[in-house]
């Protein structure tokens, strides 16, 4: 059996070291975890920006339909969607080149974990959440 080469706090703390964040998943509503998460970077003063399929403005900051579509990528991206949808969002980052993605606990699948690893991407998955780490005000 091998092991990953880092725990889960190391990872946790190269994500956090990143510069600039994305939210995919960002809900303009603010009892859901997309929200919530999103909420969280800006209290922490954290460079953040909502993706979302719809919506414009997500928490009065601009949003974009997909990484893609950013003028730039992010470094590291909160995954809150569905764990068919994480596995294009992982996808997504890959050719992207964005290197740290965190799924949020209900997000991450094997198959989204995976294909990470084999892109190189440092994915945190199965572990704690984004709120709890971080430490969120719902306010």
Known sequence: MTTHPSSTDDLVGAFLA???????????DRTKYGNKVLRCYAQHGRA??????????????????SLSAMSSPPAAVSVITPPAVTEKVVEECGRLGIRHVWMQ???????????????????????????????????
């Open 18 to 28: 990143q510069p600039t964040f994305a939210v995919v998943g960002a809900s303009p």
């Open 48 to 65: 953040v920006t909502p993706v979302h399929p719809k919506e414009a403005v997500v928490e009065g900051l601009a949003a974009f339909p």
């Open 105 to 139: 606990p209900g997000a991450e699948s094997d198959a989204a974990v995976a294909r990470a690893r084999e892109l190189g991407i440092s994915a945190i998955a199965g572990g704690p959440c984004l709120l709890v780490v971080l430490g969120f005000r719902d306010a």
